[in-house]
């Protein structure tokens, strides 16, 4: 009954991992602000997520280190992560999130992430800097999804089995737990990028998510989607400088 | 909204308005949390449990707690003991707790910047001195550079006071004036403070976070003048300030006078 019940069954869930420049977290968050009609379902809790509380975009709203957002409209559940994990307790919270995304009966998952730009081969300094892998190794699920066709895959480096995920976070462990479980399929993006400033590099992977899933509205005559950028992203530097001290 | 726990699965009869139904989520026992952790947190208080629990954190808020709250030289009646899982077996005293009177429970957070990894740990803990129907108000300070704003009057401020509070608390009957301002966005609170108001959103208990912005944390009337307001919820207004102004002053000094002060900057 509880499964029957679930707004959320089938709706593709698309999270964040904490990550290098917290891109990912970044552009969740500018999802969330930009697409009309998504709304607070509510938080997640875990022993495992390091405690993170404030007001939401309205001030009568707290928020927790991780909630989900649910538009029903479009039929997507977004879960946005705050805070990082506990230090040696990833693969719990893993483990436990994997376990939940199951019972909730989720459709796809989509995970959007960084890498470290430093770790780049050099196939990977110039051109786009957008990659993404899926659980399928044969690549049949691309189509599946819908991916864009000039979407590259993340390429290994030769003689190694695997392609390198240097500061993606949870994302190597997700990666791993997905790779091993045939119940759940799911499509990891990721932009490389530094620690820094990223804003910039958060609403480039917005916008290749938007042109791929249509979440944000754009502009007729432009074809650029509507951003509107979220309160969070203010003064993430601090206070403007007064000019009364000089 | 709802809160869903991810330890295991909720199985529970589906609400009539279709939606999630996570009334009964799942919390580990507190003693399942932190077995397998380098650091172990134990309760030792025996007293009655708290209808109101008062957490102060930081310099400022205990200052505040010690002065108004108990008398001079109490001694706690229980503390949190933090265990290291070494070879020392060290352990060392994190939170102090105090009966107030019957039904209201001080507690002192010692550690003013708490290893973040373990504050989940340390909150379940202070869970445990609640009744079913409890009230949280946690006292928590903060510099006044770190309050982010574009309003340049408020930037010039020597002290501010916002709160945040849980889905449960009853704003509209529990201040007697008008209540201070919500914490804007994008402020936030960290540490044992937003432990205890994450597990009060999950457990449906009304908390409030009075936050004070001061420019020092040295204790004078200024620094101090924000948590009085705490006296202004109908929950704490029978501990209003009734002792002697001149008492409170000396208490203040006695307080100031065991901060050390070193005379490299004046």
């Known amino acids: ?246 | 909204g709802s809160v869903v726990s991810l330890l295991r699965p909720v199985i529970s009869p589906a609400p009539a308005s279709g939606r999630l139904n996570l009334s009964q989520p799942v919390v580990p026992a507190p003693d399942q949390i932190g077995t397998k952790r380098r650091r172990l947190y134990e309760l030792f208080f025996e007293g009655p449990k708290a209808q109101t629990l008062l957490l102060a954190t930081n310099e400022v808020a205990l200052g505040f707690s010690s002065l108004y709250f108990l008398t001079a030289g109490q001694k706690p009646d229980g503390k949190i003991v933090e265990t290291l899982k070494d070879e020392q077996s060290s352990s060392r005293d994190v939170c102090h707790i105090f009966t107030v009177t019957k039904g209201l429970i001080v507690c002192h957070a010692l550690d003013a910047n708490p290893d973040l990894n373990y504050v989940n740990d340390i909150g379940s803990k202070i869970l445990e001195l609640l009744e079913t129907e409890a009230h949280i108000i946690i006292l928590a300070s903060d510099s006044l550079s770190n309050f982010k704003t574009v309003d340049l009057e408020l930037d010039r401020q020597s002290d501010l006071l916002r709160k945040l509070v849980s889905d449960s608390w009853q704003e509209s009957t529990s201040w007697s004036s008008p209540p201070p301002p919500p914490l804007e966005s994008p402020n936030m609170v960290s540490g044992i403070p937003a432990a205890l108001m994450t597990f009060a959103q999950f457990k449906k208990i009304p908390c409030l976070i009075l936050i004070n912005y001061v420019d020092s944390k040295t204790l004078d009337s200024i620094t101090l003048q924000g948590f009085k307001k705490v006296f202004e919820i109908p929950l704490l207004q029978s501990f209003s300030p009734t002792i002697p102004q001149k008492n409170v002053e000396k208490r203040l000094r006695e307080l100031i006078s065991k901060v050390e002060q070193g005379n490299l900057y004046i």
């Open chain 1, 1 to 246: 009954m509880l499964q029957e019940c679930l707004p959320t069954r089938s709706h593709p869930s698309f999270q964040p991992t904490v990550s290098i420049g917290n891109v990912g977290q970044l552009a969740i968050d500018l999802l969330l602000a930009s697409s009309t009609g998504t709304e607070k379902y509510g938080d997640l809790a875990h022993p495992a997520l390091i405690p993170l509380v404030g007001s939401g975009e309205t001030v009568e709203q707290t928020w927790t280190s991780c909630q989900v957002h649910v538009n029903e409209k479009s039929k997507v559940a977004f879960v946005q992560l705050r805070s990082d994990i506990a230090k040696g307790r990833e693969r719990e919270f893993v483990d436990d999130f994997m376990d939940w995304f199951k019972r909730s009966e989720f459709g796809d998952l989509v995970i959007l992430s960084s890498l470290d730009a430093v770790e780049r081969g050099e196939s990977q300094l110039s051109g786009s800097q957008f990659r993404y892998l899926t659980t399928n190794p044969k690549g049949s699920l691309a189509k599946e999804f819908g991916l864009k066709e000039d979407w590259l895959t993340l390429e290994k480096r030769p003689g190694e089995q695997e392609p390198r995920l240097y500061g993606s976070g949870l994302a190597k462990q997700l990666l791993q737990n997905l790779s091993q479980d045939d119940a759940v399929e799911a499509v990891f993006l990721f932009v490389f990028c530094t620690e820094g400033d990223n804003l910039n590099i958060a609403t480039y992977l917005t916008d290749i998510f938007n042109q791929w899933k249509g979440s944000i509205p754009c502009e007729e005559s432009t074809r650029k989607p509507k951003f509107r950028f979220p309160s969070t992203w203010q003064h993430l530097y601090g206070n403007p400088i007064q000019s009364n001290i000089y």
